[in-house]
């Protein structure tokens, strides 16, 4: 019996998913049409990984809905050339969509055992730090949602840079957009899309006497 047919999965992917959810960007279309998202996936979860959900790796951690990471592209524009540091990036499928569209990337996890399943070159080491050895990055995109974003990562943008990813506000995960200019750096929420929370991102302690 033969085994799906991950070429239609993708088109169906974004043609079904993607154009009908306002990720319009050529580019990023071409790139999720090309890269095959089933690499990145657990053993067996191929198919699993078209549909609309989020799909488990391991360690508590989860590859994107197609939705989420369409989105996120969509309205951080990569442009060829650019450097860009993907935090979180697990099996490193975000980071090959990025290489596809002819960024620079470093693609860095704190896991171990995502690492060693990791299907592009992968930096480990804590995901709140960034990495500040390849700075500054034209694009940060943070591929989970995140309580805060560290100033750590922020300081690692370059000037005009963008940074993308997600927020966790009391279990809603809100897909937001930063740019860095030098008044300062805020982030806009543009739409709530489910979304993995990644680890190591809780706000320090408030002190009390």
């Known amino acids: 019996m033969s085994g799906p047919d991950f070429s239609s999965l993708r088109s169906a992917m974004v043609s079904n998913q993607l154009r009908t959810n306002k990720v319009t960007d050529a580019a990023v279309l071409a790139a999720m049409a090309s890269v095959p998202r089933e690499l990145f996936a657990g053993e067996g979860q191929g198919a699993v990984c078209y549909r609309d959900t989020m799909v488990p790796l391991g360690e508590g951690r989860a590859l994107n809905p197609p939705i989420a990471t369409g989105r996120l592209l969509g309205v951080?524009?990569?442009r060829f050339g650019e450097k860009a540091l993907v935090v979180g990036s697990a099996t490193g499928y975000v980071a090959a969509l990025l290489a596809e569209m002819g960024c620079a990337v470093t693609a860095l996890e704190e896991s171990p055992a995502l690492v060693a399943r990791a299907q592009v070159a992968t930096v480990e080491g804590p995901l709140a730090a960034g990495w500040p050895e390849a700075a500054p990055y034209d694009l940060i995109y943070i591929d989970g949602a995140v309580e805060r974003v560290p100033d750590a990562i922020v300081d690692q943008l370059a000037e005009g840079g963008r940074l993308v990813g997600a927020v966790n506000e009391r279990g809603v995960t809100r897909l937001v957009i930063g740019r860095r200019a030098a008044g300062g750096f805020g982030l806009d929420i543009f739409a709530d899309v489910e979304t993995?929370?990644?680890?190591?991102?809780?706000?320090?302690?408030?002190?009390?006497?």
Do not use: E, H, I
């Open 76 to 78: 951080a524009r990569p």
């Open 196 to 209: 993995a929370v990644l680890p190591g991102f809780a706000p320090a302690p408030a002190f009390t006497f």
